[in-house]
């Protein structure tokens, strides 16, 4: 039994992987600001006594935490309406709140895994996109607070790796979704999903023809379970190799709920990606890995978790 603080653990992924850790009986500290994640997403956790929960925002020092093994760093915001709203916010999460975590880590001689994302190679000219391809990237642009922000905490990682300060891992995820994905954060699946189940209008930027590759969270935390497994130091893809359009995504998720809603289109935002998806081949030698769940499956459970959700939460 090992312990292990989950940053961002009141999140999205990072709740799924805290239920996940518990379930295979280690402690978990869960570290979260609530800046994008909610206690609803761990209240259910409060009773068990392997579980902890800290309200701190990582970019300030952290206030004392006992002897953990292992740190998993998802707390950052990662919505594209985000890197507007909250762009200092990211930059600081990916700078000192990174580097906060690697100094646990080396106090500890914890192992430390970084979540970092697809966003590290920009709009990639390479399909499909291995980890040695070092991306395309716009340093000044609107995305660019997300993007150059994991890419200084890949470097700070590998760099605390390199000198020998932790063991360290990372892991570029590609777009995952699944329940407990907030539903007014602009991401496509949590988008669509809600406004179909209310029969309102659907927003496609651009013609919808970009392609996007999705993973179900499910199969995401096996991977980053693994992860910590094999503890590999080389940076590694983990998503879905099934490219969708987005405007096909619309129309399946569009008969899936039976839903009346039209679909609009709208100008693209600066800097989107006309084409994303990971080569797996890394983690499928390193880690054995590979997603499993059909798109089908996971937006059955998907839909389950958003009709939960009267139309007033949006
Ligand atoms: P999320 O917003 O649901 O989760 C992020 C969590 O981190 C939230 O609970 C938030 O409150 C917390 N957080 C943010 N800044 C913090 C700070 N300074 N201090 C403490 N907590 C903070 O998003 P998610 O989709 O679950 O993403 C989790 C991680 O995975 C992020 O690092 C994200 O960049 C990465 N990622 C996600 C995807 C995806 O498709 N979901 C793709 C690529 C990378």
Redesign the pocket.
Known sequence: MSTFLV??G?????SHLVETLLASNHSVIA???????SEDNISHLQNNPHFHFIQ????KPLPAIDKVDGIFN??????PMDFENLSV?IM??GSF?TYHLLELAKKYQAWFMM?????VYGDPEVHPQHEDYLGNVNCTGIRSVYDES?RFSESLTSTYHRKGYARTSIIR?????GPR??IN?G?VIPSFTFCALHDQPLTIFGKGTQTRSFCFVDDLVRGIISMEKNRPSIPINLGNTIEKSVLEVAETIRTMTSSQSEIVFHGLPEGDPKRRCPDLTRAKEILQWEPKISFEEGMKKTVEYYKNFPLHTS
């Open positions: 940053a961002g009141a999140g999205f992924i990072g570290l979260d600001s609530l800046i994008t994640g701190h925002d990582i970019s998802l707390a950052s915001p990662a919505s916010e600081k999460a709140g979540a970092s994302t697809s966003e994991k995820i590609f777009n995952t979704y994905m907030r954060d991401r």
